[in-house]
């Protein structure tokens, strides 16, 4: 009784339950020998207004049209595979998580690759797949969750940062809110895009242990490996909106 009083307890607590929580000595603790790893919230394909998010049964996720988080850290991601990808968290064969300079075959400055050009890949895409993943921290909760934009949301993205960075200097002073709108290419083809507001204000407390934990992640986030999702992203126009891959 007492340890369900402590859970219920934990969860009212909102952003202040992380105060004696230490998510690196949790990973090294219970995760010893273990790939560092995290649920991802899905942006469904289609155009589609509803997330996934997981929840106690891994077959039945929670689906909401909206969701706020704190962005405890975010970085590019780009990853080439030579042959399709299989599953699973296998690196690729090429893979930066900067979004500057790749690891791997073939390496090198990502701006000059010619596999991160448009036509190096399948119906005119990019032979690297280029996304943003987000650490995501909801309220209430003591473990984040991934999220991963196409390229169709970053434009938004971007200009979202550029909305908050100036009044509030870092995007995890504050709670965001995520939904989606239905979008669609010049060529008809509908897809989901991500939009971004902000929900409220942290207080300096809660900021406090939000930056004790963004730290963290940060550390921990080279060691993420890949997920389907990210491995056959669709690739997008940034400034068209045009589908370049089609959706599978």
Partial sequence: MKKSTE???????????????????????EMSGLSASFERIKIPSG????FEIPGDDPDEPETVKEFSAVILYQHPLNAYYKEEYQGGSNPPDCGSYDGVCGTGNPGGQCRSCPYNAFGSGKNGAKACKNRRRLYLLREGEIFPMILSLPTGSLKGFTRYLMRILPKYKNSNAVVTRFTLKKASSNTGIAYSQAQFSVDRVLTPEEYALISAMSEQVKELSASVGYDTEEANAVNVDPETGEIIEPLK
């Fill in 7 to 29: 859970i219920i307890t934990a969860n009212n607590a909102g952003y202040l339950a992380l105060k004696d929580f230490s998510l690196s000595d949790v990973m090294a603790e």
């Fill in 47 to 50: 155009g589609g207004t509803v």
